[in-house]
């Protein structure tokens, strides 16, 4: 089993920055893929951004130019750096991790989740 746990969620204006982390423990030889989703009431969870085990970046085209997601193995831990926030990236966001990913930016594929944390942008 593997456990995440999301921080650095939180509120901000328009154009600020957000950093959020996600901490896993358990079998982490489970966590050869991790991504950031994110969620709206109503609508399904959508892939951010994910990063594999050597450090490949996958990026939705919504936030490339704008988000990094970064790791650090030693720690297993994985970091989404927010920049140049907008109101619609207003969601919750979650941490996942899976073994054997070859849909990185979609949902199925992923085994195990965080708890969320949200992240509320203001224009």
């Known amino acids: 089993q593997v456990q995440l746990v999301e921080s650095g969620g939180g509120s901000v204006q328009a154009g600020g920055s957000l950093r959020l982390s996600c901490a896993a423990s358990?079998?982490?030889?489970?966590?050869?893929?991790m991504g950031w989703f994110r969620q709206t009431p109503g609508k399904e969870r959508e892939g951010v951004a994910a990063?594999?085990?050597?450090?490949?970046?996958y990026y939705a085209d919504s936030v490339k130019g704008r988000f990094t997601i970064s790791q650090d193995n030693a720690k297993n831990t994985v970091f989404l750096q927010m920049n140049s926030l907008k109101p619609e990236d207003t969601a919750a966001y979650y941490c996942?991790?899976?073994?054997?990913?070859?849909?990185?930016?979609?949902?199925?594929?992923?085994?195990?989740w965080g708890q969320g944390t949200q992240v509320t942008v203001s224009s």
């Open positions: 996942a991790a899976g073994r054997w990913v070859a849909d990185h930016l979609g949902q199925y594929e992923y085994n195990y």
């Open positions: 358990g079998d982490t030889s489970k966590t050869g893929c």
């Open positions: 990063i594999t085990r050597d450090m490949t970046t």
